[in-house]
Structure formats: structure tokens, C-alpha cells
């Protein structure tokens, strides 16, 4: 497997931005957005390289190894594992849906160089630029991917974004969650998870969720809560691969 180092261009890499609403940031943060990717991917690259990743699933689901067949589908986890997903699924180039702010802005930069593509927007700003920006992905034949607790949670309940776009375009959703067997855990609203070298990761993935075209508005409870399941279920079997207690 090999890793990318650069994106032809960033604006290639980026959805939904204009001239009009690019962030503004202060120079020392210009500072930290021209010189933190670029490390982060390296000590990544690194550090993932002693890393052991292995796949389960639910019954029935058949998973993705590294992402590998993945098409025009909505994929979602929690934001606790975006450091071992970035590397799992660097192959499928996937688009992501991240915030405007100034972390969202760090973090497309770092994902470009693993070779995704950024669509900017959230739940709280830019939401339906960002729903249209998925939605000519999942047209173009490519998948699309939510944080789905993001991107400041609560942790473990995921937005009503995706079973919007998966309503519009069809596409059905996949849930998987990442889970290192050590790691260390941030005190951060999403306990963001760092893991340890040498460590194995278990790739889990959960039932899939399908969103009829014609789902009433009163049912989008209801397949939110169907999704959050199935993620959930996804990170409890990974809990119990390694014999964690679930919390």
C-alpha cells in the first residue's frame, strides 16, 4: 500500500468554498496551517506503519478491507477515530463533509495529503452547501463520509445530515468505527482516540441503514436513531473484540 504525500492542487481537493466564505485567519494560525499538516503526516505515516489492523462485522454485513470496492455510498463513524480511519481508508479517496472553522481548516489539510477530498460545512454552519457538495460526489460515483457526531457532538449521536443525503441521492449508509486495542485517549468532548504504535486496530463495521426517497419528515427520527444504532453497534462488538468494558 502506498501513501500519497501531496494533493495536485487544494483546490481540486475542496467543495463549497467561494471567495466569499473562506475563513479569515489570524497569522499565527497561517503559520500553524502551512507547517502542522505536513508534520502530522509524517509522524502518521510513521507511526501507522507498526500498526495491525483486522476486520469483523455484523451478520450479514460483508466489510470493505481498506476501503477497497467503496462507491457512490454514505459512510459514517464517530470523530473519536478519524486518526486510524484517515489511514485505514486512504485508498478510496473518499470526500468528507468538515467544518469552516480554523481546526476543520487544519484538519482538511492534513487529510488531503492522505488523498481525500473536503467538502466544507456542518450541522451548525453551511449545511446545505455541504449536503449539496455530498450529493454531486455521490453523483459523481464516489463515496461520501460524515463524522457523524461532529463536529463539537454530543458524543456518540450522530447529526440528521446523513439520512438527508442518503433521502436525495439514494445511496445507502454504511457504519464502521475503528478501535485501537491501546491508545492514548484525549480529554476532549469526543475522547479522541491516539492509538499507541504497534498496536492492533480492529476494523468494525454495522448493519447498513437505507433511506427511502420518500421517507416522511416525521420518520427522520426514527432513521437517525436506526443509524445511530447500527454505529454504535459497530463500536460496542469493537469494545468487545478487545475485551474493553463498553461505556
Request: glycine share 10%; with cysteine; net charge positive.
Amino acid at each position: 500500500m502506498r501513501l500519497t504525500g501531496s494533493a495536485s492542487s487544494p483546490s481540486d481537493r475542496i467543495i463549497g468554498v467561494t471567495g466569499e466564505d473562506k475563513p479569515r485567519f489570524t497569522l499565527g494560525q497561517r503559520f500553524v496551517l502551512a507547517v502542522t499538516p505536513r508534520v502530522v503526516w509524517a509522524l502518521l505515516w510513521i507511526v501507522s506503519r507498526t500498526w495491525r489492523f483486522e476486520a469483523i462485522a455484523a451478520e450479514g454485513v460483508t466489510p470493505l478491507l481498506f476501503g477497497k470496492g467503496a462507491g457512490p455510498e454514505v459512510y459514517c463513524f464517530w470523530h473519536q477515530c478519524v486518526l486510524p480511519c484517515t489511514v485505514y481508508f486512504r485508498t478510496t479517496h473518499g470526500t468528507i463533509l468538515i467544518s469552516r472553522s480554523f481546526d476543520g481548516e487544519l484538519i482538511t489539510r492534513i487529510l488531503m495529503l492522505f488523498g481525500f477530498r473536503a467538502v466544507r460545512g456542518s450541522s451548525s454552519r453551511g449545511a446545505r452547501e455541504g449536503l449539496l457538495g455530498l450529493k454531486h460526489v455521490i453523483e459523481s460515483g464516489d463515496p461520501a463520509i460524515f463524522t457523524a457526531d461532529g463536529p463539537r457532538g454530543p458524543i456518540y449521536q450522530t447529526k440528521m445530515g446523513p439520512i438527508k443525503l442518503a433521502q436525495v441521492t439514494g445511496a445507502p449508509i454504511g457504519a464502521f468505527h475503528l478501535e485501537p486495542e491501546r491508545a492514548w485517549t484525549m480529554r476532549s468532548w469526543d475522547r479522541f482516540l491516539v492509538p499507541k504504535p504497534f498496536t492492533r486496530i480492529v476494523v468494525s463495521w454495522g448493519p447498513w441503514t437505507r433511506v427511502p426517497a420518500d421517507l416522511p419528515s416525521e420518520d427522520f427520527e426514527r432513521k437517525r436513531a436506526e443509524l445511530n444504532a447500527a454505529i454504535e453497534c459497530a463500536r460496542l462488538r469493537a469494545l468487545h473484540h478487545f475485551k474493553k468494558a463498553g461505556s
